[in-house]
């Protein structure tokens, strides 16, 4: 059993005090290797989990830990170099080319005044090739279909050669086969000892690329294990408030609800 | 250099260069009046078109400009005080404009700090509105009062903007804020690209995305309030310049920034020398730039590929 990337220990947050807590007495260890999936409805709190995780929030009691250490005392630049996030969905006001914008991913290992020099112009193009988009390196960001820029900001979060990778809600604007190409990325790159959490309120995210699953509702964890016991149909049907049923289709698995 | 030989001395139009041998008031107009000036028209483009770029860039907005954060109003306010309240002796106005500008953004700050919603840029760019309308009410109190024979003229006459009053002695007092505040915005063109993204994007890049925003933030605003206590309200160099700089270059920093201090410092160069040579009396400076700025705008807003998002 390998170990913990991330440990979160009885963590509460609220984002002020008349909306109340979005995340109570929490607890969850990410393991090291593993793809994590954060599975629950909207408003469960797995994008509040993920910037906590990320060091963006900071809990309003217990700790977060990134190998062993509170994620507070460790320096923004070798957070930088540790974890990276892929958002949702990113606004680029301006027209940086694919290369331009991929080679941000260095910013950590750049003091304040450094210009990325060679060295961090050929990181990026491996980011890109590794993520299969090298192609586009000259291409215009804001030319990107919703797809691409998915793949584009992976990229650029590799850049940063982490080892634990946040995405939120990777595949919430894609169809469905960039939805396939961009989780048999995300596979492929546990499979080269990246530890990817992505949070997702779809089961089949979770059943496709998931080697674990926290179950999320109103700022708990229900349950958190191996992908195949976690998606149970007693499991999900608590998890989002209906009656679904959960049908074995090969590798994945298909909910339904009446 | 043309811009050196361009005036209304010995005639309208070029001045042969020979003719700095042999009349030595040639000589002196060309170095104590033209040069000096021509040296803050460069410095004003620069730190105006730099600053502009810069805040596009933090702001991730094409559409900001440095009047945007209460700096320009700010330094009208500032200056119209000088003029009324201290017989519009040219350092004073100086200094006022600048104290005012600065206190501008730190009142933008301030009160972006305590709106409750929005992110950060929506706060800033709301906070900026409200504090340059107050600025904009206070000057047109200070035009009411103003006596209308001998400070309105004033007040009017620096806020159209333009470089008259410039000589040596207000270039020094310009090079020691405007310099440095410019070289902070070339040592972070890379860095602004990354602040250009979302703030948490930025932080997890290894960023402290608060502080190194400030920092910049406060060196357009310098560089910003510095020129406008010398040169008046110079419209539009901060919005259209970084525009041409993005479309002729690139967009990345690397790129934009330098190009927009050149692009700008040309470009206001060119509007002043016009400015002084065209008529008897001078254009001032700010309609010729709003003029060509707001043009050009046009322009590049009706081309086909242009676009601006949110």
Redesign the interface.
């Known amino acids: 059993m390998s170990s913990a990337i991330v440990s979160i220990d009885n963590v509460r947050f609220g984002y002020n005090e008349q909306d109340g807590l979005v995340l109570r007495d929490l607890c969850l260890e990410i393991r090291q290797g593993s793809v994590t999936a954060l599975l629950g409805p909207n408003g469960s709190g797995k994008t509040t989990l993920l ?1 906590l995780c ?3 929030l900071k809990p309003s009691a217990g700790e977060v830990r990134l190998e062993g250490r509170p994620l507070h005392s460790i320096a ?6 540790t ?3 892929v ?1 949702q969905d ?8 694919v290369l ?1 914008y991929v080679l ?2 260095r ?2 290992y ?1 003091t ?5 020099d060679a060295g961090h112009v050929e990181a990026a193009h491996r980011a890109l090739r590794e993520i299969g988009a090298d192609q586009w390196a000259e291409r215009g960001v ?1 030319t990107l279909s919703a797809g691409e820029k998915q793949l584009v900001m992976t990229a650029r979060s590799l850049a ?1 050669q982490p080892r634990l990778l ?1 995405m939120d809600e990777p595949s919430s604007h894609l169809d469905l086969a960039n939805t396939a190409r961009l989780l048999d990325r995300i596979s492929a790159l546990a499979r080269s000892g990246v530890t990817v959490v992505l949070t997702t309120h779809d089961p089949r995210v979770a059943s496709a690329c998931a080697t674990e699953v926290a179950l999320m509702r109103e700022g708990q964890i229900l349950f958190a294990g191996p992908t195949q016991q976690a998606l149970s149909a007693a499991l999900l049907s608590r998890t989002y408030g209906i009656d679904v049923e959960v049908h074995a289709v090969g590798r994945h698995r298909m909910v339904t609800w009446s | 250099m043309a811009a050196l030989l361009v005036g209304r001395y010995p005639q309208p139009g070029f001045m042969p260069p020979a003719l700095l041998g042999s009349d030595p008031l040639a000589l002196r107009v060309l170095l104590g009046l033209r040069l000096p000036r021509l040296l803050a028209a460069l410095l004003v483009g620069a730190a105006l078109a730099g600053s502009g770029t810069v805040l596009q ?1 933090l702001f ?3 559409l900001v400009e440095p009047g945007l954060v209460g700096v320009t109003q700010g330094a009208a306010f500032g200056a119209a005080l000088a003029i009324i309240g201290f017989s519009a002796q040219p350092l004073i106005v100086q200094l006022c404009a600048a104290l005012f500008a600065a206190a501008g953004l730190a009142v933008s700050y301030t009160v972006a700090r305590r709106i409750r919603f929005g992110g950060w840029v929506l706060r800033l760019v709301l906070a900026g509105i409200a504090v340059s309308a107050v600025y904009s009410s206070g000057v047109g109190i200070l035009k009411y009062v103003a006596d209308p024979m001998d400070q309105l003229p004033a007040i009017t006459f620096w806020m159209l903007g333009g470089l008259w009053s410039v000589g040596w002695h207000e270039l020094l007092f310009l090079l020691p804020a405007v310099l440095p505040a410019l070289v902070v915005l070339l ?5 602004a ?2 602040l ?3 703030d ?2 930025a ?6 995305p608060g502080r ?1 925003r400030l920092l910049l933030i406060a060196a357009a605003t310098v560089a910003t309030a510095a020129v406008t206590s010398i040169a008046g309200i110079v419209g539009w160099v901060g919005l259209l310049i970084p525009h041409i700089a ?1 479309r002729l270059f ?3 920093g ?1 790129w934009s920034i330098p190009m927009s201090l050149l692009i700008g410092a040309a470009f206001v160069a060119f509007c002043d020398a016009l400015g002084r040579t065209l008529l008897p009396g001078e254009i001032p400076l700010g309609i010729l730039t709003s003029l060509f700025g707001a043009v050009g705008f046009i322009a590049l807003l009706v081309r086909p590929g242009f ?4």
């Open positions: 910037n990320l060091g963006w923004r630049k070798q957070m930088g170099r974890v990276s996030l958002p990113e606004h680029l006001p301006f027209e940086y080319s331009e941000l991913g910013a950590p750049l304040t005044l450094q210009i990325p804001t940063q946040l | 860039m991730a907005n094409p040592a972070m063109r890379w860095r690209n990354l250009s993204l979302h948490r994007v932080f997890s890049l290894g960023t402290t190194e993005r690139r967009a990345d690397r676009r601006i998002e949110r």
